[in-house]
């Protein structure tokens, strides 16, 4: 029997110090889940013993000496060579008294450290968002350990963090198309971030939104993600690291006020190779190619010189994307390149009117309709090439426009999506826009299981276990109801497809209300150029009026009557749960509740004005909205809590 600590013993853990600083660093973070655990830290030695009984062995089959040391003592792991982030966890030896930690590759034998956390010492992989600690453990002894696993389903599994400002610590300062200051005190948020991904096994991660690499700051996030062995790239709007602000501010600085890659395709070169250059420093970059506008948008949308016609321009970002490829190699000779490009908006168009074209190898990433979170039009009917790799770039919560504070996408939908994509063998690269991801960490972990091993999972039995752990009480079922009845409060729009494919959320609201407000100072509804088309598709001011006094009111009962229930399951709730359950539950039920009764009350101000005048009522109404927009800031306020505290 394997001892790793009991009252008079504790195992030592020994490692190869020529394995990847990675694992090194996983070590690490395994040393101090132990401590946690158990309150001692245990003896380490970087080298690989002699005599290994009552040791905790951890290695790499990459590294020749941990091999050899394999070998030497036959302790073979023919399960997991040759193969792609395997790992293998085992008690070895005549009496087991050994435990050893294997991957076939660095990323395996991390994901085996934290398998092993997670497992045996009880760590949450969310607990840097959660808080959640473990329990206390006097002695940990195991026996009959054999654990092999490594990814079923999708080689890349990675998150892009967006919304990035919304995570307490961050600071944000200036607009992108002058000057800006986004990033300096990301970096320990940046880390918990990343070490929260390995923890879930993922390996890629698209760090934030314009990351600029001259920046020394904003590098220094760069090799936060890589020096823990995890892929990185690029927002699909920053192809190469490279924004189109960050190209308009270059050339105006040299006299161009208007540049488009139409008419100066030398100068967006220049810069492409400026910033190439900077980016391959380093390993593991999934180059990011394409042609993107100002603002996330396409590139014909504020630029003159470019082509109308479908056909030009999707040659024009071919082209592009070509070049940038070709620069790429040029800066890198005898490396492998993985390059991939996302069919975001007006991608998707071009794409399955046949009209973009992509290099040999370059993966090709198809999105989602961001405010219903299903896959674009066309997606089921776009070409597919034999020899050519396919991702999916997803939204675990995105609702037409900020400031995405509530969980609003049922796992049940997300289900059906990836499910879908993998049967259609789109399954080589998930990218999950986790958002500014506090919020979402109960849909992120859940798609980044799926992406693990889409073929054994279970919702209902992912969604009992989470509300268990996280919760830690013996009432797991009604809190995992709970959740579930959630996402069915919410006023659904479509469900052509799926239920709750497209539901009213809180980006809708502000918009929606924007709109409202417009009405009552005398305006009529107007057809507003956005993604989200269902917003605004109604025949007269009247109508949109009443849809969406109709869809609130129903709304305001359903989150109403789910209240009440999660109120009253808190005390089901462990007490050192309990924050966290209000904070990912309670208060995210009052926002939605606020943002639902802003919009209530503005149509039926709304209303008012345009019939026959009522001060009364009209001044109650609005009384009412104020007052709903002005209680979703306190209600917020008990999410943060600890280190998420205002100072």
Request: hydrophobic share 35%; with cysteine.
């Amino acid at each position: 029997m394997f001892q790793l600590f009991t009252s008079g013993k504790k195992a030592g853990i020994f490692y190869d110090s020529f394995e990847n600083g990675c694992v090194l660093k996983a070590i690490e973070d395994l040393q101090n889940d132990i401590y946690r655990v158990c309150g001692q830290r245990l003896v380490s030695g970087n080298y690989l013993p002699a005599e290994y009984d009552g040791k905790l062995i951890i290695g790499t089959l990459k590294n020749d000496r941990f091999q050899e040391f394999l070998q030497r003592n036959g302790m073979n792991v023919p399960e997991i060579e040759g193969k792609w982030e395997y790992y293998v966890i085992r008690t070895v030896g005549e009496k087991e008294d050994t435990l050893l930690i294997a991957g076939s590759d660095d990323r395996g034998t991390m994901w085996g450290i934290y398998e092993f956390s997670r497992c045996f010492l009880g760590v949450d992989p969310l607990y840097l968002w959660t808080d959640h600690t473990p329990q206390k453990k006097d002695n940990l002894q195991l026996s009959g350990v054999n654990i092999v696993d490594g990814p079923k389903t999708f080689q890349f599994r990675g998150w892009f963090i967006n919304d990035e400002d919304l995570i307490e610590g961050f600071s944000r300062k200036g607009i992108p198309e002058k000057e800006y200051d986004f990033h300096k005190d990301f970096g320990p948020m940046l880390r918990m971030l990343v070490e929260t991904g390995l923890r879930l096994k993922q390996n890629l991660l698209i760090p934030c939104s314009h990351l600029d690499i001259d920046k020394p700051e904003e590098e220094a996030l760069i090799r936060i993600v890589t020096e823990r062995g995890m892929f990185i790239s690029m927002h699909h709007q920053e192809p190469v690291g490279v924004h189109q602000f960050t190209v308009d501010r270059y050339w105006k600085e040299r006299g161009i006020d208007d540049i488009n890659y139409s008419e100066y395709k030398e100068n967006y070169e220049e810069v492409w190779r400026h910033y190439i250059r900077k980016w391959s420093r380093y390993d593991n970059v999934i180059w990011q190619l394409g042609l993107r506008g100002r603002g996330d948008r396409p590139v014909w949308y504020n630029a003159t010189g470019i082509p109308t016609s479908i056909e030009e321009r999707g040659k024009l970002i071919s082209d592009a994307i070509q070049k940038q490829l070709d620069i790429i190699r040029e800066e890198n000779p005898g490396k492998e390149i993985l390059s991939s490009s996302t069919l975001w908006m007006e991608g998707m168009g071009l794409y399955k009117e046949n009209a973009l074209r992509f290099p040999e190898g370059t993966k090709v990433i198809f999105a989602d309709f961001a405010p219903e979170q299903m896959w674009g039009e066309g997606y089921y009917t776009a070409p597919r090439e034999k020899n050519r790799d396919y991702g999916l770039y997803y939204h675990v919560g995105f609702w037409g426009c900020g400031p995405h504070l509530v969980q609003g996408n049922s796992l049940e939908k997300i289900y059906f999506n990836y499910k879908d994509a993998v049967a259609k063998g789109d399954s080589d690269y998930s990218i999950l826009n986790v958002s500014n991801f506090r919020e979402f960490v109960h849909g992120t972990e859940f798609i980044a299981d799926l992406t693990w091993d889409i073929d054994s999972f279970d919702v209902d039995s992912y969604r009992l276990d989470w509300c268990e752990r996280e919760f830690e009480t013996k009432n797991a079922m009604e809190i995992a109801e709970i959740y579930r009845e959630y996402y069915r409060c919410f006023y659904e729009m479509d469900a052509e497809l799926v239920p709750g494919q497209m539901v009213f959320m809180d980006g809708m609201a502000k918009r929606v209300a924007l709109m409202l407000m417009e009405i009552i100072r005398g305006g009529e509804l107007r057809q507003v150029d956005i993604q989200n088309k269902h917003l605004y598709n109604f025949k007269s001011t009247d109508e949109f009026i009443s849809y969406y006094k109709n869809a609130t009111e129903i709304g305001i009962r359903r989150f109403q009557r789910l209240y009440q229930k999660a109120a009253a399951a808190i005390e089901t709730v462990a007490k050192d749960r309990q924050q966290f359950y209000i904070s990912n539950m309670i208060v995210q039920i009052e926002i939605i509740l606020g943002l639902y009764t802003w919009v209530h009350s503005l149509c039926l101000a709304a209303e008012d004005r345009r019939g026959p005048a009522d001060d009364s009522a009209y001044e109650r109404n609005i009384d009412e909205a104020v007052y709903a927009l002005s209680k979703i800031c306190v209600d917020r306020r008990k999410s943060l809590f600890g280190k998420w505290r205002i100072h």
